[in-house]
């Protein structure tokens, strides 16, 4: 096992919005959540790499939500 510690995107605001199914502090998914420290570093890449568009797409939804 490596002693580097798994990269994370947790910003420590942990908040699901129950529409979106997103944490809105590090908008990962439930799933995600919960599977975190079983993705290999490949896998977790890919989700990271995934995070500001989604970021950017929930808050574009919210602010049409709010006109």
Do not use: H
Not at 10 to 33: N, Q, S
Not at 39 to 54: G, M, T, V
């Amino acid at each position: 096992m490596s002693d580097q510690p798994i990269k994370t995107p947790c910003v420590k605001v942990c908040f699901v919005d129950p529409k979106a199914e997103l944490c809105v502090g590090c908008f990962r998914t439930m799933e995600e959540l919960g599977r975190w420290t079983r993705y290999n570093d490949a896998e977790r890449s890919e989700i990271l790499a995934e995070l500001p568009e989604r970021e950017d797409a929930y808050r574009a939804e919210r602010a049409a939500r709010q006109g």
